[in-house]
């Protein structure tokens, strides 16, 4: 199966801070990328679809200011998290796809941590 | 809206036993189905998926699937257990277009315990 990988894998920042998350197809070219946040023992719930190109679509109730989200290439896209406070501490998964796929590949995941 | 139910948080089963994992859907639409298991470390593996055709899905690792629509669930199974099958399962429901490009909606997942 296709390859998807983030950088880095884990965080840790201070208050106030940006933090940028990569997530990187590595043997396909993305047309579509997914970032969610997964909290401790819960389930994934979906942020945003970023097509490359265009500018991402937020799901309802996701601070577009908050988790920034560029698609500027086929094997790139960047999720930053600005002005981090201690509740945007959560695992963080991208997805990609594909043209010829007919499923996402999910990235290891990105622990962050916000003191 | 579309929501994924997983109504069994753990389960503990015997290495070699049978295994099946509950999930249940609302969606309005023809369901896209999804099971995909989490292992620490690792990205979501998807197991099988349910777009259309027979209802019997078969996956990787001997796992297998049923779509029932009168009963609007998407039931995992394993006839036969091997402890490197504990890891977190998820069920999701797939809402938009076919194929890669579905919005995933997930379940709450259930954590599979092997006993030697």
């Known amino acids: 199966g296709a390859v998807v990988s983030q950088h880095p894998s884990w965080v840790i920042c201070k208050s106030g801070t940006s933090v940028k998350i990569e997530c990187r197809s590595l043997?396909?070219?993305?047309?579509?990328m997914f970032w969610y946040r997964q909290f401790p023992k819960q389930s994934l719930m979906l942020m945003a679809t970023?097509?490359?190109?265009?500018?991402?679509?937020?799901e309802q109730g996701v601070e577009k200011d908050k988790f920034l989200i560029n698609h500027a290439s086929l094997t790139l896209s960047t999720l930053t998290v600005t002005s981090a406070h201690p509740e945007d501490s959560s695992f963080y998964i991208c997805?990609?796809?594909?043209?010829?796929?007919?499923?996402?590949?999910f990235g290891p995941g990105t622990r962050l941590t916000v003191l | 809206a579309q929501s994924v139910t997983q109504p069994d948080i753990h389960i503990t089963v015997s290495e070699g036993a049978s295994l099946e994992l509950r999930c249940n859907y609302s969606?309005?639409?023809?369901?896209?189905l999804f099971w995909y298991v989490q292992s620490p470390g690792q990205g979501l593996q998807l197991l099988l998926k349910?777009?259309?055709?027979?209802?019997l899905v078969q996956g990787i690792k001997g796992f297998e699937a049923e779509f029932k629509r009168s009963q609007s669930s998407f039931n995992l199974r394993k006839p036969s257990v091997h402890w490197s099958d504990a890891a977190e399962y998820f069920c999701?429901?797939?809402?938009?277009?076919?194929?890669?490009?579905?919005?995933?909606?997930f379940g709450t997942g259930t954590q599979l315990k092997v006993e030697l």
């Open positions: 349910y777009f259309s055709g027979d209802t």
């Open positions: 969606y309005g639409a023809t369901p896209y």
């Open positions: 997805s990609a796809s594909g043209y010829s796929y007919n499923e996402q590949f």
């Open positions: 999701a429901v797939g809402r938009g277009v076919t194929g890669g490009g579905n919005k995933l909606t």
């Open positions: 970023s097509n490359e190109g265009s500018k991402a679509t937020y």
């Open positions: 043997d396909f070219q993305a047309t579509t």
